[in-house]
């Protein structure tokens, strides 16, 4: 026997996948799901007659998405406070049912509270009944209780990851993409006025590779920690990163020539895409390599390693480094260019946008 298949056989609870897949299968033939699509057909029929008379009022942008723009000329663009969905106080709640009146919302899931925890979103969603809702949900790979709720509360559902599609899709038939996450923590235009810092950095040659803690993904734990035997540089941040200024994490993302990217599910991380847009060489696992988007990713602008490099980084650290160093200052700005045009989270935004369009006949 193989030592591959040894292994395989080995594995603890191998027949687990088949039977998730079984019950999926027979939860997914549900008539439930007929009339919870007729249901969100007729809402959708209603929306659409709404917006035709009132045209779009204006676009709101959850609390997570406040560094995008959409560019749509003439278009007035919100950012919702981050406890918009939480605040019980009916006269509160009826203020904000009134002020999404007639207009487009894009909400990431990181902005609602799980339903288990007294989320007003479903609410929202219930009431609102001339407010088009569009949920970019981030974590749909792994976080099923809320996934299928926000599919199902949503007029238009945005998964960024490849994960659960057909499952999700019974819950809301206007599932859209894959959107893949992309950067969002620096509005374009501050991105695009600071290519001169980008460009002139002075940047380490170990790579960085800071990453929040997940209790739940003990097989990243394990690879981070193992990477930070040989390099600092790569290990668990703490959770107030987003409290610093965007202009103290940009010189953080500036400081290194390359970062080391460790998805928790083999996602398509932020993380690949921030890389760039600072001008740096995102370090990528080989289970990303010919994954969409990551396979469109110039060659010259990543590194990708293997499961024997998390072992032995050095040669794939070096081999990154290089990257950077031969593509010089025109690597940088090209790097740089590339993500902000195309992985930036204006772009992303502007792709559902253009769905709500043709949903609501705008």
């Not at 278009?75 to 487009?104: H, I, M, P, T, W």
């Not at 590779?209 to 941040?237: A, C, E, W």
């Not at 990163?241 to 290194?256: G, V």
Request: a negative charge; proline letters at 4%; charged letters at 20%.
């Amino acid at each position: 026997m193989s030592a591959i298949s040894e292994l395989l056989l080995n594995l603890p609870d191998r027949q687990l996948p088949a039977r998730h897949s079984d019950e999926y299968t027979k939860f997914a033939q549900s008539d439930g799901f007929f009339h919870l699509g007729v249901v969100k057909d007729r809402r959708i029929a209603r929306l659409r007659e709404g917006f035709s008379k009132t045209g779009l009022r204006k676009i709101y942008l959850s609390a997570s998405l406040g560094a995008l723009d959409c560019g749509i000329e003439d278009v007035q663009v919100e950012v919702l406070a981050k406890d918009f969905f939480q605040n019980s106080d009916a006269a509160r709640y009826a203020n904000n049912k009134a002020q999404l009146d007639g207009c487009v919302v894009v909400i990431n899931n990181n902005d609602v509270v799980a339903p288990e925890v007294g989320s007003l979103y479903g609410r929202f969603f219930t009431d609102c009944v001339t407010t088009c809702f569009i949920v970019w949900d981030f974590d749909n790979h792994h976080w099923l209780g809320l996934s299928t709720f926000l599919a199902a509360h949503s007029d238009i559902y945005a998964p960024a990851h490849h994960e659960n599609l057909c499952l999700l899709s019974r819950y809301n038939s206007l599932i859209v993409g894959p959107v893949y996450c992309s950067s969002i923590q620096w509005p374009r235009e501050f991105l695009a006025g600071k290519s001169d810092q980008i460009l002139m950095a002075d940047r380490s040659d170990a790579p960085l590779g800071m990453h929040i803690p997940y209790p739940k993904f003990g097989f990243r734990n394990k690879v981070i920690d193992t990477l930070k035997q040989h390099h600092s540089s790569i290990g668990f941040s703490s959770r107030d990163y987003h409290l610093r200024t965007k202009e103290q994490r940009l010189r953080e993302w500036c400081s290194h020539q390359a970062h080391w990217v460790v998805p928790v599910l083999n996602d398509v991380p932020i993380r690949i895409f921030d890389a760039l847009v600072t001008g740096g060489i995102p370090i990528v696992p080989n289970s990303l390599r010919f994954l969409a988007p990551v396979d469109k990713i110039p060659r010259e602008y990543m590194a990708f390693y293997s499961a024997d490099d998390i072992l032995n980084p050095k040669s794939v650290v070096e081999h990154a480094n290089r990257l950077f160093v031969e593509g010089g200052q025109d690597g940088i700005i090209a790097r740089h260019r590339f993500a902000l045009e195309q992985h930036h989270g204006d772009a992303r935004l502007g792709q559902m946008l253009g769905y709500a369009a043709e949903v609501l006949q705008l």
